[in-house]
């Protein structure tokens, strides 16, 4: 089983990051379902993962795996989470490379292509999902580092991750973006983040659109999830109660990460040929309309 080194390239992580996420939640993340039935959707696909190491990143990588992808999963920091997630891909037997660093870096980006490729020859998913939030009461709070850092990781990581996979991508390729439901209501707490959130939307109608990936007949869709109960929901926040942290959908209650696995698998699957340039909504029925 292929297994990459850890690669030094990571940016200095938020403190507040690292602190919430062992906060004690309550009940634990779940990001696999025991009535999963795989049917080999993805027998012998290659699929590049960005924020693989935990929460909605993680239930998608296992899904995959069950689905006989070959895996090359990309995470920020080497931690408890990552390791169990490394774990399980190992004991569904797929092969699998681990990359740790910086997904806001046009390099590392570059780096993570084309170590994959070397390994397994082509791609043929990318799923852009790692994303940083953190919540201010004021736009004042907003720090310039916050900014940027939320932009970097948020989206322009989108487009260093395609732009690398571009070349290497087979025909009928597939491209995935985590949104959110924020980019349809917004959230005055989380102003830096709603906006990329925002930004990934249009990303993704844009280039669904491109005639380079109309081409090679790419599709690119998004998922955009409501309140999904994950390890970084601390950080987002302060909740470390489910049953609060959900309330406010129409079916009152959290979502697992393992409830978006689903419409991942389904997008990058020939179930979905005819799907390109949209967002599938998993948010506990929240009407967005958008």
């Known amino acids: 089983m292929a297994d990459e080194k850890n690669l030094d390239t990571q940016a200095p992580k938020e403190n507040y990051l690292q602190e919430d996420k062992n906060k004690k939640m309550s009940p634990e ?135 690398a996979a571009l070349p290497y991508l087979n025909d009928n390729g597939v491209v995935i973006n985590s949104t959110s439901v924020t980019a349809y209501q917004g959230n005055p707490t989380l102003l830096d983040y709603s906006s990329t959130k925002g930004a990934i939307v249009t990303f993704t109608r844009s280039l669904a659109q491109n005639q380079e990936f109309l081409d090679k007949n790419i599709r690119v869709n998004g998922v955009a999830p409501g309140p999904i109960w994950t390890p970084l929901i601390p950080a987002t926040t302060g909740s470390t109660d489910k049953e609060e942290f959900g309330a406010s959908v129409p079916m009152e209650r959290a979502g697992e990460a393992y409830e978006l696995a689903p419409a991942y698998v389904y997008l990058a699957s020939s179930d979905s040929s005819y799907v390109t340039g949209q967002v599938i909504h998993v948010n506990g029925g929240t009407v967005v309309n958008g």
């Open 29 to 163: 993340p779940l990001i696999e379902s025991p009535n999963y039935k795989a049917a080999g959707k993805l027998e012998g696909k290659v699929a590049i993962i960005t924020g693989a190491d935990s929460g909605i990143g993680a239930a998608v990588a296992i899904a995959y795996a069950k689905e006989g992808a070959k895996l090359a999963l990309v995470d920020v920091e080497q931690h408890e989470d990552a390791a169990a997630v490394r774990s399980r891909i190992e004991e569904l037997s797929r092969p699998v490379l681990w990359f740790t660093g910086d997904v806001g870096d046009s390099d590392f980006a570059n780096e993570v292509v084309e170590k994959t490729v070397a390994e397994f020859g082509n791609i043929d998913i990318l799923v852009n999902n790692a994303a940083q939030q953190l919540a201010q009461e004021s736009i004042l709070d907003i720090t310039d580092e916050q900014l940027h850092r939320t932009f970097r990781t948020n989206i322009f990581s989108m487009f260093y991750f395609a732009k």
